[in-house]
């Protein structure tokens, strides 16, 4: 049985997010999405509710699991018996630094390898950064998250 560990920050997880594990489930007999618990960026949502927001969505996929994450990547893809790491690009400035990730990652674990998904066409310029801002401005999201990330961010942004 052949596990894919998914990390990222996923505030908020996003349709192109949903996307590349989706098609990593495919892939992969187990993907375990990992939130991780404390990035280096100002975050809108709380890691549980993170990790809930993933989780929600991703109910239907039989073979994705959700949890959170401290420390090193390579640490929880070990941890949960991962072969490869699945990492979404989306433009060319994603390269560059899922590439620096991958060798440090190599570096520190030679026996797991990073596997690269190209984003969908319509998810090319999709981030949670952009989103989080437009959201914060007003601006519609609704068809760049499912609906229950959407209200969850609406909520946020009230308070």
Avoid: W
């Amino acid at each position: 049985m052949t596990t894919a560990l998914y990390p990222g920050t996923f505030d908020p997880v996003t349709n192109g997010h949903l996307d590349i594990v989706t098609r990593a489930s495919k892939l992969f007999d187990k993907v375990v999405a990992a939130v991780y618990a404390t990035p280096s960026k100002n975050l809108m949502l709380t890691t549980d509710e993170r990790v809930a927001l993933f989780k929600q969505s991703v109910k239907t996929l039989k073979n994705v699991e959700v949890i959170s994450y401290r420390g090193l990547t390579v640490t929880t893809a070990r941890k949960v018996g991962a072969k490869a790491i699945v990492r979404g690009l989306r433009m060319g400035s994603d390269f560059e630094h899922e590439f620096e990730l991958a060798l440090m990652n190599k570096q520190l674990a030679l026996d797991i390898e990073t596997v690269c998904l190209m984003s969908s066409l319509e998810y090319q310029f999709v981030s949670s950064s952009l989103l989080k801002e437009a959201n914060s401005l007003g601006g519609n999201i609704s068809k760049f998250v499912p609906q229950h990330v959407a209200q969850a961010m609406a909520k946020k942004f009230k308070k």
